[in-house]
């Protein structure tokens, strides 16, 4: 199943996609901190943090749309139930590949900017702000891929999907202006809220901060859910194939 499904995101050119999202990314981050006076690596981690929760929402939505939405229009939802791999399953099996994807991409992302930040001379750095964020924003992206697969197997019309990633993109930069009590509820708005990094009013300045015990028992909360409403939704898909 998997290698089927690496034969279809060749097909699809998905790679083109990822690995020219993933450049331009890496060239921003690295070139946002060559133009800065200030070398201070929290500045920087909340830099790479608001390019995150614009941009790759919209990649996740853009490249689960394609790899199921070829479903859709091939036929290959009743193909598949019929040698054995029921529309739940497959949906897993893209979720794997997704995942296969989404983690050595995130984890690129960030530690290529953060090695060359550190070679340029990189102040203040904190390795369990930057760990912290990388372990929870690959968590992030893969229940926002969770919520795409589902919303892309559920409606034929990719617009849906990207839409909503666009939407959520939107949503996720507003949050940072939002005060927490607010944006706890917002599930989009985590990766805000995961950041390890905000504008101090006492120094005018962006420092290291604590997200707080609450916050993580909020994301546990939402990758809990999403995770169950993913397992529920392709165990409830298989059911009624068998």
Not at 2 to 9: C, G, N, P, V, Y
Not at 81 to 94: D, E, M, N, V
Not at 129 to 138: D, F, G, H, M, T
């Amino acid at each position: 199943m998997i290698a089927i499904e690496f034969r279809k995101l060749r097909h699809l050119k998905i790679a083109p996609m990822v690995l020219g999202m993933l450049f331009l990314l890496c060239l921003f981050n690295i070139g946002s901190f060559g133009a800065s006076r200030i070398k201070d690596l929290a500045a920087e981690l909340s830099g790479i943090g608001m390019i995150q929760a614009f941009l790759v929402p919209i990649l996740i939505a853009t490249i689960t749309t394609r790899i199921v939405e070829i479903e859709h229009s091939g036929g290959g939802w009743r193909s598949f139930s019929l040698i054995g791999a029921p529309p739940g399953t497959l949906c897993r099996t893209k979720f794997a590949i997704l995942t296969i994807i989404l983690i050595p991409f995130t984890l690129v992302e960030i530690l290529v900017p953060l090695a060359f930040y550190l070679s340029a001379g990189g102040t203040n750095f904190k390795a369990s702000a930057w760990v912290s964020y990388i372990l929870c924003v690959i968590i992030m992206n893969l229940l926002t891929c969770m919520v795409h697969i589902i919303l892309a197997h559920r409606y034929d019309n990719q617009l849906v999907s990207i839409g909503v990633g666009t939407l959520g993109a939107f949503i996720a930069m507003f949050s940072f202006l939002l005060p927490r009590y607010i944006t706890r509820f917002i599930p989009w708005a985590y990766y805000s809220l995961i950041l390890p990094a905000t504008a101090s009013s006492e120094t005018h300045s962006l420092v290291y901060t604590n997200p707080g015990i609450l916050t993580y028992l909020c994301f546990t909360t939402l990758t809990i859910l999403i995770a169950g409403g993913f397992y529920y939704h392709t165990t409830q898909l298989n059911k009624g194939e068998s």
